[in-house]
């Protein structure tokens, strides 16, 4: 006979269900603008820019089911990056309309189907009956949390609609958060630590040889690399090596850099690799991750390495000396070490 939960822990599963729904979503967002420098909804228009080509702004925000002030809003965001403009009718002088440019064309040939994408997709597949199942229960629950009543729209994004690209990816605007101490007690394993670096520091994220921020290039990096890790470094050659194996190669899927860049000069960086295995072996290794020395002590190597950490899907392992300070940073964050890495040098 089957025996039924405490009531108390239906509860807790409840709420835990709910977390990873949450959990889902930040992620999947955060993870977009990592690799692409983009919100969801910039996405969504772009793709609709993209697929019907010239609209005018009313006519994007009927077919988004957002306000014609929330399409404003985005699309002046994707128009000061010039992946989109805002053309007049030749007919009727008052009538402007937004179109895709070649920048924006070729960063939607990289871009990854979205969560509410694969999720409708799946949805599509159950049984009406299932579907309707889900609505109601998801009503009964947004009515549970007095949520019933908000304006929406069929967006799946944690945060406002019109949000930056920074307000995502760093929590809020750095310049607010007050700065951490050297001997404050360790957080705990996937909490954000508070950060005192330059707010003006832009976190990029690199897929391939050819997506270096205007200014910097693999040379910069391997120099960044070889003089800020001293005295762990590696050889520029070795180094070098490292950076081209994070980038995808024939047959083989490649991991990503992260540049923390600060006015044109390289302050931080993190090189991150795909293994090609699972289980035993986790999916990714953390190669490299080094920050400038006027800028350490100021959270920007924490959140590298919380950044790469939550991007990469699937586990991630690291090798670090014993006697290497970094150690400390790897532990906060969550880092434990199971094992001892062992070489047979020929």
């Not at 409840?14 to 955060?30: A, G, P, Q």
């Not at 403009?85 to 040939?109: C, H, N, W, Y």
């Not at 019109?162 to 809020?172: F, L, V, W």
């Not at 391997?222 to 050659?237: A, G, I, R, T």
Request: contains cysteine; positive net charge; proline residues 5%.
């Amino acid at each position: 006979m089957k025996t039924q939960k405490p009531k108390q822990e239906i509860l807790d599963d409840v709420l835990v269900e709910l977390r990873r729904i949450v959990r889902s979503i930040d992620l999947h967002s955060k993870k977009l603008i990592q690799t692409h420098r983009l919100t969801i909804p910039q996405v969504v228009l772009l793709r609709q820019i993209q697929s019907r080509g010239r609209l005018s702004l009313s006519d994007l925000a009927r077919h988004t089911s957002l306000s014609n002030a929330t399409v404003t809003g985005i699309v002046d965001r994707l128009e000061a990056r010039s992946l989109v403009r805002r053309v007049r009718s030749e007919t009727d002088r008052r009538q402007v309309f937004v179109e895709i440019l070649p920048g924006g064309a070729s960063l939607m040939k990289t871009m990854p189907p979205l969560l509410q994408e694969s999720f409708t997709r799946k949805l599509q597949d159950l049984e009406k009956w299932e579907q309707a199942q889900i609505l109601s229960s998801l009503g009964r629950i947004a009515n549970l949390m007095n949520a019933d009543t908000m304006d929406a729209s069929p967006i799946l994004a944690h945060h406002a609609l019109t949000a930056s690209e920074e307000d995502i990816a760093g929590g809020g605007n750095p310049s607010k958060t007050t700065g951490e101490s050297k001997s404050e007690a360790p957080a705990s394993p996937g909490r954000s630590a508070q950060s005192k670096y330059d707010p003006e520091i832009r976190l990029h994220c690199v897929l391939s040889p050819d997506g270096f921020p205007p200014g910097l290039d693999m040379e910069k990096l391997v120099d960044f690399l070889h003089e800020s890790l001293k005295p762990y470094e590696d050889n520029p050659k070795d180094i070098a090596q490292g950076i081209r194996d994070a980038f995808s190669g024939a047959g083989r899927e490649g991991g990503f850099l992260l540049i923390a860049e600060h006015r044109g000069r390289i302050v931080g960086a993190l090189v991150m690799q795909k293994t090609g295995m699972k289980g035993y072996v986790p999916e990714n290794l953390l190669l490299f991750v080094a920050v400038a020395p006027d800028q350490r002590g100021k959270g920007l190597g924490r959140k590298l390495v919380e950044e790469a950490v939550h991007s990469a899907d699937g586990n991630v392992k690291l090798h670090v000396e014993y006697d290497n300070p970094a150690r400390r940073l790897y532990e906060r964050v969550g880092f434990t070490s199971k094992y001892a890495e062992m070489r047979y040098v020929k």
